[in-house]
C-alpha cells in the first residue's frame, strides 16, 4: 500500500533563528510591520510503500530522527495519509 507523508520541521523555540529574523526585519520594510517573529522551517512531503499506516508511521519517524531533522536544534512533525 502507498502512503503519502507530509513533515514539518521547525528550528527549536529556544534558538535563534537568523532567516525568520531576518524576514522579520524585511516585513518592516514592506510595511507590514505587523508581522512579528517568523520562525522558517522545512516542508517535506514523500511517498512510502508500507502494509500499514503503522508501519508507514513508523518509517516517517525513523527518517526524521535519523535524516530529516537535526534533534538537537529542530523539533518536527507529521501526518501520513492513503495515498
Avoid: W
Avoid at 517573529?37 to 508507514?56: C, D, M, P, Q, Y
Wanted: negative net charge; aromatic residues 4%; contains cysteine.
Amino acid at each position: 500500500m502507498k502512503f503519502n507523508a507530509h513533515i514539518n520541521v521547525m528550528p527549536q523555540k529556544a534558538l535563534l533563528d537568523p532567516q525568520g529574523r531576518a524576514v522579520t526585519g524585511s516585513m518592516k520594510n514592506l510595511d507590514l510591520s505587523q508581522i512579528e517573529n517568523v520562525r522558517i522551517g522545512k516542508h517535506i512531503t514523500l511517498e512510502i510503500e508500507a502494509k500499514s499506516k503503522e508501519e508507514a508511521m513508523q518509517n516517517v519517524e525513523l527518517a526524521c530522527k535519523k535524516l530529516l531533522a537535526n534533534p538537537i536544534m529542530e523539533n518536527y512533525e507529521f501526518t501520513v495519509e492513503p495515498a
